[in-house]
């Protein structure tokens, strides 16, 4: 971010991001751009695309399924997974 010398950047969250993600991500951005800070709008993804769409925030993390009308980057594709025994009486049966 070529030029960044200070500022704020407002970002729209839910809990497990707020949690999970950010602090390190924040720490790591810090690091090269020490004057910048951060606030965080925590909410859910109702929330945060409306603060997105009113400008109360620069960008929001949300479900892109969950909201239209907003451009959207995937940051991470997840793969759901069902772990079981092999005794379980489901082993027989259809995915999904």
């Known amino acids: ?3 960044l010398q200070s ?3 407002r970002i729209g969250t839910f809990s ?3 949690c999970h993600w950010l602090p390190g991500l924040i720490k790591d951005f810090k690091e090269q751009y020490p004057t910048v ?3 965080l ?3 859910n993804y109702t929330d945060i ?5 009113e400008g109360s925030v620069d960008f929001g993390f949300v479900n892109s ?3 239209s009308n907003l451009t959207t980057n995937d940051l991470i594709s997840k793969t759901l997974l069902l772990l079981m025994n092999h005794y379980t009486q489901f082993i027989e049966a259809p995915v999904l």
């Open 1 to 3: 971010m070529e030029g």
């Open 7 to 9: 500022g704020l950047i």
């Open 16 to 18: 497990s991001v707020t």
């Open 37 to 39: 800070h951060f606030e």
């Open 41 to 43: 709008h925590q909410g």
């Open 49 to 53: 695309s409306n603060w997105i769409k």
């Open 65 to 67: 399924n969950s909201l």
